[in-house]
């Protein structure tokens, strides 16, 4: 098998702030293969952005980073500076949300989806550069004569497929995608996940999927990952675990989405009580037990590690 | 349009605003010499201080839309061509000013707003803003007083130096020591602007999202910050230097009149003083007409430079 395009070894962020320190990812350990792809799901402020920010070095100097973090084969906290940028957009590119300000909003599209590429020399000419971003809008179904247009003069759809070309500049080996479509109505959020999954299957490329939204990962994505107050807590094939979760969390995540067809579902809808931990304030022992149905009075004391749960599944829970 | 009926309305208003202060124009002009009240008489007869103040605003009106802007009641000149005469002097200085200011004073801003709380950050923040809160005249009187009266390095006010007959470069030179000290007061006293909003304006930005992609793009820190951050964080700037160059015209009141310069803001001194209505109503019909033209021009210029703002 050949080397995985990204390898985190037991990554730890802890943000300082007036406050004090708040740990926002405690210990995460994944890999994703070349041309793999791993969904993360999660609650808001379970650590799963900020896992995206660290992979290409992009967190605040407020963030404190340890343990390790392998892009195509290159540990990324050990770069120097020039190393860094070459990394950043050539092994790695992040699609951001484009509902927010992602694209700068007083240049041309054309000339932002140009910009890494003539600084990573990808392209020899500034002319072969334009030659490559209208194949790129092409690709993404956006005509090439709107590489011209600001981004104000483009739809929330629209404005995420230039940011989908714009990460595929330099023809990354992995494409990390934070909630890509958040902000995008249904039907624009579907058109936009299947532009992803098709060039993930031209381009062989390897996917970091971000999201909140566990339905999404199961259709586009090999692998599942949940994280839960900055740890993974369950791991595995995605349709296995969406399926038959082991984590009392996952089942939750997973039974807040109603089954179509389903009467039972639609009108007992049963989502998780509750509200997320504050990362500053974690309660003791297992993280989840407050908000656990099947929580035991031993899940005060300890918080369980990882273990096997199934064939290549893991979870982290006694009563597994 | 809008910037016509502003223009009007700032006619109207000066006419009234001046005839508020409760002062006799005829004493100033008389200067206390002691003449009959029939030579009184006349004099107010001449300016029409006798006619009511309705008929005095019907004729200011006429004559001004006629581009009439009166006689001046201190020197009997016309006051279009006092103005004009005062004009390049202004200009001059408070150019030089405005240049300084603003090129300094932004590119203070600049580097205080990418290194937030660093040394540099504090030190420019809190030097510019000390020098912003102390009134320009009394930095005025203190840099007079160390460099012209203490070591002699500079005139003490004026244009250029009386008495003496210099030429060509050598009187350029006069001219530019002359010109030294006034102009370093404004532009000390108006960096503080431009330093505050530019480093306000970069800090707002830098949270921006599309910041954390030019990085993550593998740009260097320089490219980030010259070709993302600054196109976007200065177009306030802008903004507040192109209003702030209508006020050119205006003069400076006070450094004017601390450094004997003989332009506009000295003129608006000396009328006040009498109070010389004509005067006062042909500056301020000046100094409004230019802030308004000013605006326009900054409202076009940002729709120049900012592609979202559409022509309405």
Redesign the interface.
């Known amino acids: 098998m050949s080397e995985p395009v990204l390898v985190l070894e037991d990554l730890r962020v802890t943000y300082r702030t007036s406050g004090g320190a708040v740990p926002a990812v405690r210990g995460v350990s994944l890999e994703i293969p070349a041309g793999g792809s791993l969904g993360l799901a999660g609650e808001s402020g379970c650590g799963k952005s900020t896992i995206a920010?660290a992979v290409?070095r992009?967190l605040p100097g407020t963030a404190e980073v340890s343990g390790r973090v392998l892009l195509a084969g290159k540990d990324v906290y050990e770069l120097k500076p020039g190393g860094?940028?070459?990394?950043?957009?050539?092994a790695g590119?992040?699609v951001?949300?484009g509902a927010?300000?992602?694209?700068?909003?007083?240049?041309r599209i054309g000339d932002q989806i140009a910009?890494?590429m003539l600084?990573?020399q990808t392209v020899s000419t500034p002319k072969a550069a334009k030659t490559r971003v209208a194949e790129l809008l092409e690709s993404v179904g956006i005509p090439a004569r709107r590489a011209a247009a600001?981004p104000?003069q483009l739809s929330g759809g629209q404005r995420q497929r230039v940011l989908i070309a714009?990460a595929l500049a330099c023809d990354p080996q992995l494409l990390i995608a934070d909630e890509p479509t958040t902000a995008l109505d249904v039907m624009v959020q579907a058109q936009v996940l299947e532009l992803l999954a098709d060039l993930r299957r031209q381009r062989d490329l390897a996917l970091l999927f971000i999201t909140h939204d566990l339905s999404l990962l199961t259709t586009y994505c090999d692998r599942l990952a949940i994280m839960y107050a900055g740890r993974i807590v369950e791991e595995g094939p995605s349709g296995d675990v969406f399926a038959g979760p082991s984590h009392p969390y996952t089942r939750g995540l997973a039974a807040a989405f109603p089954r179509i067809g389903d009467r039972s579902s639609r009108m007992a809808p049963s989502g998780l009580g509750g509200d997320p931990p504050d990362p500053a304030a974690l309660p003791a022992g297992c993280p989840f037990h407050p908000r656990c149905p099947l929580a035991r009075p031993e899940c005060r004391e300890a918080e369980p590690a990882l273990r096997i749960s199934g064939p290549e599944r893991r979870a982290a829970c006694i009563l597994v | 349009m809008g910037s016509a009926l502003t223009l009007l309305f700032v006619v109207c208003f000066n006419f009234f605003l001046f005839r508020i202060v409760p002062s006799d124009p005829l004493a100033h002009m008389l200067r206390g010499r002691n003449i009959s009240r029939e030579v009184q008489d006349n004099l107010r007869a001449a300016f029409g201080l006798d006619q009511p103040i309705t008929t005095q605003f019907v004729y200011y009106l006429r004559e001004t839309f006629r581009g009439n802007l009166g006689i001046s009641f201190h020197s009997r000149q016309p006051v279009w061509d006092e103005i004009v005469e005062r004009i390049p002097a202004t200009v001059e200085l408070l150019g030089v000013s405005w240049l300084f200011a603003a090129v300094i004073g932004t590119a203070g801003g600049v580097i205080a707003g990418w290194r937030r709380n660093t040394w540099k950050d504090r030190l420019i923040t809190s030097s510019t803003m000390t020098l912003y809160s102390v009134p320009d005249f009394w930095l005025g009187i203190i840099l007079l007083t160390v460099f012209s009266v203490v070591l002699g390095w500079f005139p003490i006010g004026g244009m250029q130096s009386v008495g003496v007959r210099l030429q060509g470069f050598e009187a350029f030179l006069d001219h530019l020591r002359h010109l030294f000290l006034p102009a370093l007061t404004l532009s000390l006293a108006y960096m503080g602007e431009y330093t505050m909003v530019t480093r306000s304006s970069l800090v707002e930005v830098m949270s921006?999202?599309?910041l954390?992609?030019?990085?993550?793009?593998?740009?260097?820190d320089k490219?980030v910050r010259n070709?993302?951050a600054l196109?976007?964080a200065l177009?306030p700037v802008v903004t507040l230097a192109a209003l702030n160059l209508g006020f050119i015209l205006s003069g400076a009141i006070a450094v004017e009149s601390v450094f004997s310069w003989p332009g506009l803001g000295q003129a608006t001194a000396e009328a006040i003083r009498g109070p010389d209505y004509p005067m006062l109503q042909g500056l301020f019909l000046l100094f409004s007409a230019s802030v308004i033209l000013f605006n326009l021009i900054a409202d076009l210029l940002y729709m120049y430079?900012?592609?979202?703002v559409e022509a309405s």
């Open positions: 920010g290409l992009l860094l940028r070459a990394v950043r957009w050539t590119a992040i951001f949300q927010l300000h992602a694209l700068n909003p007083v240049q910009e890494p600084v990573h600001y104000h714009m | 921006e999202d599309y954390t992609v030019a990085r993550a793009k593998g740009l260097r490219v070709h993302h196109p976007n177009l430079l900012d592609p979202r």
